[in-house]
């Protein structure tokens, strides 16, 4: 577990060192490199780790068992609904379990939201 914790800040130094030098080869100004760097990583973090909250809380389960009861109810599909076992049931009624969160969800909000904040602080402090 512990290598697991160490291996995130290594990828996000790298991944911020990545982006920094892109944006400074092409010949911006260095502060600006570093909060359009900031904002970059800070809003890809929080987008994957916003991602991984809603597929682990089983936000789409209400989408999908919507599919499922239409595709049964449907004449068309009668030739793979035959494979199904929905038909011996004659309702569909799937239990979804609450599925463990994944490990990485609050460190990448953590990371994502702070070199968020960061960059807006900066952003904010020199150029007003």
Not at 3 to 16: A, G, N
Not at 34 to 50: E, H, M, N, P, Q
């Amino acid at each position: 577990m512990m290598k697991r914790l160490r291996v995130l800040p290594m990828v996000t130094i790298l991944y911020l060192a990545a982006v920094y030098l892109v944006r400074y080869m092409n010949g911006s100004d260095p502060v600006l490199s570093l909060i359009d760097t900031l904002f970059i990583v800070g809003i890809s973090y929080a987008s994957v780790a916003a991602l991984m909250f809603v597929f682990q809380n089983g936000f789409l389960n209400g989408i999908l068992y919507a599919f499922k009861r239409f595709r049964a109810k449907s004449k068309k599909d009668q030739y793979v609904a035959q494979f199904d076992d929905i038909e011996e049931r004659k309702e569909i009624h799937e239990v979804y379990t609450v599925k463990e969160p994944f490990r990485l969800t609050a460190p990448l909000f953590y990371i994502g939201f702070l070199s968020l904040a960061v960059s807006l602080i900066l952003s904010y402090s020199l150029y007003t």
